[in-house]
């Protein structure tokens, strides 16, 4: 399983803007106000052949001799969750009684910790690196967040424990439950599974971490992975909560197949849509499952209702199919599978070059993109180049030229010929001599 580093430390000492250094993207808000990172920031590294999540949090720092009590909740789930911590300090100001109280927590923690003291770039910083080592711990790293040295290094400190191993899950088809909490996701895994593995709960929240649990069907071996239900970020207010936002997450980029249960009883509700868009940002295959269809009366009729209220509703997943069941009653529990098996099987379909090339360049000729200024997007070759999620390489003589209406024609002339039912596909459009990044 990919490992977990997060990175803490009392306020203002540089984690966002390491957090942004590392994952190469500006997530974390950066403030001189100390305390600005509230919430815990999650992202993907990638570095020499690993691939690691990142966890930002906030400031662990003391008041009337004791921590905050929310900030310090927010970094203990963090260190918890946590296989490496990087303790991040601030060369320039010096070691301070919050860096003692950081470092009694870490070592409660008993996890790997680096010391990461950051902003050795000031002049003040060389009269203090050495009051550091004071802490005790065994692996220590010199940075400076905002000039960007020293982050290399870090990396490979990081990650010179890592193993091949670290970046493969097992060999099974794993599929995540995922959705708001309490619609019917614990239930339909104890359906699945035919048997009480899951805590199952009115209330809403009760299963905090993602869940685990093999499965076989038709001799073939699944894993399948309950996860906590995920709130609309700005209803997020029990830290708890925050951690298990994180969780799934971390559960859907694991997954081959994610599974979007929502609760035909109340209906469509914004945030299924985010839910959906954090799979689908993934690039992960998609089902929908109305849950709850025992409480629905006239069940033909609804089914159609809602088969078109979830195709408004969710037209960036078009590609997602819907099942309708129950998970209480286990009514129509046995069409999930089969959708699963299907899905992930399209996700991982490699088309032969030859084919993939004809369909295009049919598409091509019946239907030529529009000019702009004289000038009109030539098409030369198409290839796929990955699987899960199938993706394409388009050479043209000028993506520029490119409308994001004929893009998304050509994705559907490919829908229309080849089944891609439930996955994504990506299609790269490239200059003709572009080099392979």
Known sequence: MKKTVA?????????????????????????????????????????SNHFFYLIDTGGIEVANTSFNDEIKIQA????????????VVDGKEGLTSSDWNVRDLLIKASKKVIVVINKVDSKLAKDHLYDFYELGFDNYCLVSGE???????????????????????EDTIKFSIIGRPNVGKSSLVNALLNEERVIVSDIAGTTRDAVDTPLSYYGKDFTVIDTAGMRK???????????SLLRSLKAIDRSDVCILVIDASEGIIEHDKHIAGYAKEAGKPLIIVVNKWDLIDNKDENMKKFTKEIRANFQFVAYAPIVFLSALTKKRVHTL??????????SRKQ???????DVIMEAYVLNPPPSYKGK??????????????????????????LHFSYERYLENKIRESFDFEGTP???????????EL
Not at 233 to 243: A, H, L, S, T, W
């Open 337 to 346: 599978m089969p959708e699963i098996i299907k899905v992930y099987d399209n």
């Open 376 to 401: 009109r997007l030539k098409i030369y070759f198409t290839s796929q180049v990955r699987v899960a999620p199938p993706t394409f390489d388009i050479k043209v003589n000028s993506k520029g030229l």
């Open 76 to 87: 203990n789930l963090a260190i918890d969750e946590a296989d490496v911590v990087l303790f």
């Open 233 to 243: 970020r700005g209803k997020i207010y029990e830290n708890i909560e925050k951690y």
């Open 147 to 169: 000039q960007n040295t020293g982050i290399y290094d870090l990396l490979e400190i990081i990650t010179q424990d890592f193993t091949e191993s670290d970046n493969q899950d």
């Open 425 to 435: 596909i990506i299609l790269n459009f490239k200059n003709k001599g572009e080099e």
């Open 351 to 357: 088309l032969k070059t030859s084919i993939i090339n």
């Open 7 to 47: 990175l803490v430390g009392r306020p203002n000492v540089g984690k966002s803007t390491l957090f942004n250094r590392m994952i190469g993207s500006k997530v974390s808000i950066i403030e001189d106000t100390p305390g600005v990172t509230r919430d815990r920031i999650y992202g993907k590294v990638t570095f």
